[in-house]
């Protein structure tokens, strides 16, 4: 049975970064949710680019029933991983282009806001990766809800990375880097390497190599309860989600494994993942 909130009574809002023309936007949603009831709050920062007031970011999430991102991917991206540990589903109202995660479009949101008050919803837990670089006195955390991508700094050097899952040491990687990837972020980075599309809702990493020295290399796909480090004799750059950058040391060890907890995507009960791949990737007849 899918899970259900015990109600939606406070919504808070993150808007596309960047973006202070969305404010007519955000207005005309949010007097949708507030018609219904439905109490709005909005993210200081979002706020203060668009010249209104706001909450303190986790303050609005401890507050909130459930998160609403206002933009592309990304936003709701970015969102999702700031939010991680508050336990609270994420809304993707799609402002933006591609749409595979923020799939409410904006002319659907008085239907998705009726749905949401009636329980006539979706919740769909997804596998998030948790992440650390091992230094020499600590641990430098993250999470990541796509990709972790390990590359090199310039374009001169190729990568080497000594590849362990649990331990045991089982690859050598050579090239221009590695993509350890979750289910949902198989069809980002991972797929333009042709890597696989795996279903969102599977407890996998996919490990992509980019540009690898040797044609024998191949993505691998691994359970999800295996924890992958990695380790390099030179300096590497580490990208997580494609929007936040961590450098790792010779002296260092990049760690990867499942978070404890899933990011969890509010939708149409109705939503189908693979009609979402037909219309965003153009698969089937014309």
Request: glycine share 8%; aromatic share 8%; proline share 5%.
């Given at each position: 049975m899918?899970?259900?909130?015990?109600?939606?009574?406070?919504?808070?809002?993150?808007?596309?970064p960047?973006?202070?023309?969305?404010?007519?936007?955000?207005n005309?949603?949010?007097?949708?949710?507030e018609?219904?009831?439905?109490e709005?709050?909005?993210?200081h920062?979002?706020?203060?680019?668009?010249?209104?007031n706001?909450?303190?970011?986790h303050k609005?999430c401890q507050?909130?029933?459930?998160?609403v991102s206002?933009?592309?991917?990304?936003?709701l991206l970015s969102?999702?991983?700031?939010?991680?540990g508050?336990?609270?589903?994420v809304?993707g109202?799609?402002?933006g282009?591609l749409?595979?995660?923020?799939?409410?479009?904006?002319n659907?949101?008085d239907?998705?806001?009726?749905?949401?008050?009636?329980?006539?919803?979706?919740?769909?837990?997804?596998?998030?990766i948790?992440?650390y670089?091992?230094?020499?006195?600590?641990?430098?955390?993250f999470?990541?809800?796509?990709?972790?991508?390990i590359?090199?700094p310039?374009?001169?050097h190729?990568?080497?990375?000594?590849?362990?899952?649990?331990?045991?040491?089982?690859n050598?990687?050579?090239g221009?880097?590695?993509?350890?990837?979750?289910?949902t972020?198989?069809t980002a980075?991972n797929?333009?390497?042709?890597?696989?599309?795996?279903?969102?809702?599977?407890k996998?990493?996919?490990?992509?190599?980019?540009?690898?020295?040797?044609?024998?290399q191949?993505p691998l796909?691994?359970?999800s309860d295996?924890?992958?480090?990695m380790?390099?004799?030179?300096?590497l750059?580490i990208m997580?989600d494609?929007?936040d950058?961590?450098?790792l040391?010779a002296t260092?060890?990049?760690?990867?494994?499942?978070?404890?907890?899933?990011?969890?995507?509010l939708?149409k009960?109705?939503?189908?993942?693979?009609?979402?791949?037909?219309?965003?990737?153009?698969?089937?007849?014309?």
């Amino acid at each position: 049975m899918s899970e259900k909130l015990n109600h939606i009574k406070k919504v808070g809002f993150v808007l596309r970064p960047d973006s202070p023309n969305i404010l007519p936007i955000y207005n005309d949603i949010k007097s949708k949710f507030e018609n219904k009831g439905i109490e709005v709050l909005l993210g200081h920062l979002s706020a203060n680019m668009v010249g209104l007031n706001g909450i303190n970011f986790h303050k609005m999430c401890q507050e909130v029933d459930i998160l609403v991102s206002l933009g592309g991917d990304g936003t709701l991206l970015s969102l999702v991983r700031k939010s991680y540990g508050y336990d609270k589903p994420v809304l993707g109202i799609n402002a933006g282009n591609l749409g595979f995660l923020a799939d409410t479009p904006i002319n659907c949101v008085d239907d998705m806001v009726d749905k949401l008050l009636v329980g006539d919803y979706r919740i769909d837990n997804r596998m998030m990766i948790e992440g650390y670089i091992e230094r020499e006195n600590d641990k430098e955390e993250f999470y990541a809800f796509n990709d972790v991508v390990i590359t090199r700094p310039t374009i001169s050097h190729m990568v080497k990375l000594d590849a362990s899952i649990d331990g045991d040491w089982f690859n050598t990687y050579r090239g221009d880097g590695l993509i350890i990837s979750t289910p949902t972020g198989s069809t980002a980075y991972n797929l333009s390497l042709g890597g696989p599309i795996m279903y969102p809702l599977s407890k996998v990493f996919i490990m992509t190599p980019v540009a690898p020295h040797s044609l024998t290399q191949r993505p691998l796909v691994v359970p999800s309860d295996f924890t992958i480090e990695m380790t390099s004799p030179d300096e590497l750059v580490i990208m997580v989600d494609g929007q936040d950058n961590y450098s790792l040391k010779a002296t260092e060890k990049l760690v990867i494994k499942g978070a404890e907890m899933s990011a969890k995507l509010l939708h149409k009960k109705e939503h189908s993942y693979f009609k979402v791949l037909r219309e965003k990737l153009s698969w089937g007849d014309e």
